[in-house]
């Protein structure tokens, strides 16, 4: 079984105006910084767009099908909470410099889980970058002064940035999406994000926004300085691997013919995000057209599925093993 959904557009003060373009939907709002492509977080569900279940929402789906969609570990697992959020993130300005926490801080918080995350970075112009880390290792002791100098972006590692590049973000790396950076996120089902620091920079109310410098600290690893870029080479017609976690495992797909990927064992739901073109997706007796811009979810019972490319088609694969 294979769903497309309906996209929730989320209005920032750093959004920018690439996201319809992107995905080649029509849209006059302005400041849109994410579309969330497929969400069970709890107020801002996907609804499923086309076919017998259209207008169901996720969880609906997984009330419905439950480990004939997630596979029997992960409904095991999660039960009816999807695993998963995945998201287009147009940075027109710079983001918040930012903390998720891990799964235990989570727990002691009452939250579901923790947020590890990815980003895939689809369009950067000159000089865009994006901060993973720190340069070298930060006594938490100089964490207050480091906030309230700005000097944290002086120790932050900064990366400049292009198309295509793989940043993995465990929970408790402190992160920042920089001005000009537009990107495919997928992360653990959590909207847990403590903001450190922001630039001083004011919302439509003329204030500051709130930041969460004591959740950060409690959540920060002040020893974490591996943000690099995955490094990683792509093959045309073959999977290539660019994330492998307890969270999520991630491929890079390249294709100018037609590909069979085969679920048989698997035991999982995927997820296939366009990047880049549009392909046919054939799974069981059901047939779909995918096209940049559009996420469309696999059920775990599926044993296979075959993509026949309608152009170049890149894609990521995305799955719980």
């Known amino acids: 079984m294979m769903w497309k959904f309906e996209p929730i557009l989320k209005t920032t003060i750093w959004g920018g105006d690439r996201i319809a373009v992107f995905k080649k939907i029509s849209n006059t709002d302005t400041n849109i910084g994410e ?20 207008g169901l929402t996720l969880t609906g ?70 901060a993973n880390g720190f340069k070298t290792p930060v006594d938490p002791k100089d964490y207050d002064r480091l906030i309230e100098t700005g000097e944290i972006e002086q120790v932050l590692n900064f990366n400049a940035i292009s198309p295509g590049d793989v940043y993995f973000i465990p929970a408790g790396r402190v992160h920042a999406i920089g001005k000009g950076a537009f990107v495919a996120e997928i992360q653990q089902t959590s909207d847990d994000t403590f903001r450190l620091y922001d630039y001083h920079r004011k919302g439509p109310d003329g204030k500051e926004r709130e930041l969460h410098t004591e959740l950060a600290r409690e959540a920060i690893d002040f020893n974490d300085c591996s943000g690099k870029a995955t490094s990683y080479t792509v093959h045309e017609n073959i999977p290539v691997n660019v994330v492998t976690s307890t969270f999520f495992t991630t491929n890079v797909l ?37 096209r940049q811009g559009e996420t469309v979810l696999v059920s775990a019972d599926s044993n296979s599925l075959i993509l026949r490319p309608l152009e170049k088609f890149t894609a990521l694969e995305t799955y719980i093993k």
């Open 254 to 290: 390249a294709l100018d013919h037609e590909m069979m990927r085969d679920y048989s064992e698997a035991d999982t739901f995927v997820a296939i995000v366009a990047t880049g073109g549009s392909a046919e997706l054939v799974c069981g007796t059901q047939t779909t057209t995918i």
């Open 35 to 54: 579309s969330w492509e497929l969400s069970g977080v709890e107020g801002s569900e996907s609804i499923v767009s086309a076919g017998p279940d259209t």
């Open 61 to 130: 789906l997984i009330d419905k099908y439950k480990s004939q969609l997630l596979g029997e570990r992960n409904y095991t697992r999660f039960g009816h909470r999807f695993p998963l959020l995945i998201k287009f993130i147009d940075a027109r300005e710079d983001l918040s410099v930012q903390v998720h926490p891990d799964d235990e801080m989570a727990a002691r918080l009452g939250h579901s889980c923790g947020k590890s995350e990815m980003w895939y970075v689809l369009q950067a112009p000159e000089g865009a970058r994006l």
